[in-house]
């Protein structure tokens, strides 16, 4: 099976613009959630979709923003960039197994405010 | 609120070395994923645990849960360099759809 993907791989944006990252899961995988990553912050939870429907939601303000194609595909959206939004986006695509609740990630998107 | 905290946060050693990261927490975890991330990727599942007291082996690496499924251990045998990147751990905490993630340690390895 072909792995998550993403893209674009690395985006260069001006403060107070705005980016669409787009993550397309693992074949079968219904569960696409989204990270955001920063030197000394780990992974921070943004949101987490199921069937087209937000079914968590992490602590980040509402210019961040996502949602669910019928095919899984998943799309996140940054309005009004700030300089401190420049970090690395992860996208995992979730599988409920006989091993429990799986995430496999896709290689991000390294975002660039400046 | 769930969390997990990792230790040591940063582990600097020479080749064929051994070492051991902790993953702990008050809470109780149905399963937890240890992964591996290297520089400007993204994480890749190395394993996961599910039963308390369970060990599972990948080449040098060890991986235990704990009896209680509070805690985790990853211990490291002959450190190589190729072992190097950072290693987190998630545990899959009250919703099932959401995993609670350690703050990471990074790991280097010096030849």
């Known amino acids: 099976k072909a ?7 690395y985006l260069i944006k001006t ?7 787009s993550c397309s899961p693992i074949s079968g995988h219904r569960s696409v959630s989204w990270y955001q990553q920063t030197p000394g912050q780990g992974l921070q939870f943004l949101f987490e979709y199921f069937s ?14 996502g949602r669910q194609f019928s095919n899984s595909r998943s799309e996140m959206n940054v309005s009004t960039l700030e300089l401190g939004d420049s970090a690395l986006y992860l996208c995992a695509s979730s599988w409920q197994g006989a091993q429990g609740y799986e995430q496999y990630f896709g290689p991000g998107t390294r975002l660039t405010v400046t | 609120t769930q969390l997990l905290e990792q230790s040591p946060q940063f582990l600097s050693i ?13 809470s109780v975890f149905s399963s937890l994923q240890w992964y591996r ?16 007291g369970e060990v599972k082996k990948l080449k040098r690496l060890t991986f235990q849960f704990g009896d209680a ?10 450190a190589q360099p190729g072992d190097t990147g950072l290693y987190l751990c998630a545990g899959a905490g009250d919703s099932n759809y959401q995993l609670i993630w350690g703050a990471g340690t990074k790991l280097i390895i010096k030849p």
């Not at chain 2, 991330?37 to 308390?52: H, I, R, S, W």
């Not at chain 2, 499924?69 to 002959?78: F, G, N, P, Q, V």
């Open chain 2, 69 to 78: 499924r509070k805690d985790s251990s990853l211990h490291i045998t002959a």
């Open chain 1, 15 to 21: 403060r107070g613009q705005q980016v669409t990252l």
């Open chain 2, 14 to 26: 020479q080749e064929g070395e051994n070492l051991t990261v902790y993953c702990n927490s008050s």
């Open chain 2, 37 to 52: 991330q290297e520089p400007g990727e993204g994480p890749v599942l190395l394993v996961t645990v599910v039963t308390g």
């Open chain 1, 52 to 65: 087209e429907t937000q079914r968590n939601k992490g602590n980040f303000p509402g210019r961040f923003s």
């Open chain 1, 3 to 9: 792995g998550v993907t993403q893209t674009p791989r």
